[in-house]
């Protein structure tokens, strides 16, 4: 099992940018669906974006075009990059893994939900200001 340390968010005002980061420890970082959720306050937490093992990608609506995710197996990390940013995206931001056995002919829609995730970071803070 991996464990997971993000990296990257901040304070930064709307239209601008932030790349987060997630770091990964153990083995078979490879053979996960690495993911980004969020949480605001007072609201659930939800998915943001996915990366599976062969490299493909998924993505909540209000984001595509705007965020992008990206891994890097050799470095054990898995990137978000955020670009025009608003107040909306303004929460705490979790890095998530799931093992593979858990997305193999489920459809896109398991790579949204929480439970196809049994590994999370503590999270980082993302606050953009208007």
């Known amino acids: 099992q991996v464990q997971l340390v993000e990296s990257g968010g901040g304070l930064v005002q709307a239209g601008g940018s932030l790349r987060l980061s997630c770091a990964a420890s153990?083995?078979?970082?490879?053979?996960?669906?690495m993911g980004w959720f969020r949480q605001a306050p007072g609201k659930e937490r939800e998915f943001v974006s996915a990366?599976?093992?062969?490299?493909?990608?998924y993505y909540l609506d209000s984001v595509k075009g705007r965020f992008t995710i990206s891994r890097d197996n050799a470095k054990n990390s898995v990137y978000l990059q955020m670009n025009s940013l608003n107040a909306e995206d303004t929460a705490v931001y979790y890095c998530?893994?799931?093992?593979?056995?858990?997305?193999?002919?489920?459809?896109?829609?398991?790579?949204?939900?929480?439970?196809?995730?049994?590994?999370w970071g503590q999270g980082t803070q993302v606050t953009v200001s208007s």
């Open positions: 990366i599976n093992w062969s490299g493909s990608t």
């Open positions: 998530a893994a799931g093992p593979r056995i858990g997305f193999a002919g489920q459809g896109s829609y398991a790579y949204t939900i929480r439970g196809s995730y049994n590994t």
């Open positions: 153990g083995r078979a970082f490879s053979s996960y669906v």
